[in-house]
T-cell receptor
Framework: QKEVEQNSGPLSVPEGAIASLNCTYS??????FFWYRQYSGKSPELIMF????GDKEDGRFTAQLNKASQYVSLLIRDSQPSDSATYLC???????????FGTGTSLTVIP | DAGITQSPRYKITETGRQVTLMCHQT?????MFWYRQDLGHGLRLIYY???????DKGEVPDGYVVSRSKTENFPLTLESATRSQTSVYFC???????????FGEGSWLTVV
């Protein structure tokens, strides 16, 4: 069983819409949860992280965590063409500072 | 410039050859990681290191060797390259707060 599962997409949304990206994880002991953005040919960059149940907002981005369901999501409001990228979900294990990544969801924002 | 630098950025090698990918960071972060990224598999952890002279296996360590004699360097060696090791390799370090991984620009390796 994979540590982190993501729908690979592709996901397409029109400009200005809300993009919703989802992720599930297998280990209930996972400590923190992360969303990274990766443009084609580039390295991943951190968008935000969350470790408490509920919502965390940062600008146009909102991360949602439900530990009971082992589910993490990322909402992107007012999507822009520059948001077109692959979004990676990651979890951090309690021990060893190991981070495990999902396969990523490809998002295209259509102008 | 501060950060993580990887070299070489692009490499083509032949099956059976030894290849070393270099990674250097200027932040003095304790934790460093090597990931490979393949279509359909995402980022997979190869090896990680908690400090100089402390390394441990990740998800896919077979065929790879690492060392960390100095905090700032974390080289990854493919002892006898195979075609299945054709991939993009990312070196990364963990920021002081323990929640931000910083990635290098990646090393594109092709084994022919």
């Amino acid at each position: 069983q994979k540590e982190v599962e993501q729908n690979s997409g592709p996901l397409s949304v029109p400009e200005g819409a809300i993009a919703s990206l989802n992720c599930t994880y297998s280990d209930r002991g996972s400590q923190s949860f992360f969303w990274y953005r990766q443009y084609s040919g580039k390295s991943p960059e951190l968008i935000m992280f969350i470790y408490s149940n509920g919502d965390k907002e940062d600008g146009r981005f909102t991360a949602q965590l439900n530990k009971a369901s082992q589910y993490v999501s990322l909402l992107i409001r007012d999507s822009q063409p520059s948001d077109s990228a692959t979004y990676l979900c990651a979890v951090k294990k309690v021990t060893g500072n190991q981070f495990y990544f999902g396969t990523g969801t490809s998002l295209t924002v259509i102008p | 410039d501060a950060g993580i630098t990887q070299s070489p950025r692009y490499k083509i090698t032949e099956t059976g050859r030894q290849v070393t990918l270099m990674c250097h960071q200027t932040w003095s972060h304790s934790y460093m990681f090597w990931y490979r990224q393949d279509l359909g598999h995402g980022l997979r952890l190869i090896y990680y290191s908690a400090a100089a002279d402390i390394t441990d296996k990740g998800e896919v360590p077979d065929g790879y060797v690492v060392s960390r004699s100095k905090t700032e360097n974390f080289p990854l060696t493919l002892e006898s390259a195979t075609r299945s090791q054709t991939s993009v390799y990312f070196c990364a370090s963990l920021g002081q707060g323990g929640n931000t991984i910083y990635f290098g620009e990646g090393s594109w390796l092709t084994v022919v």
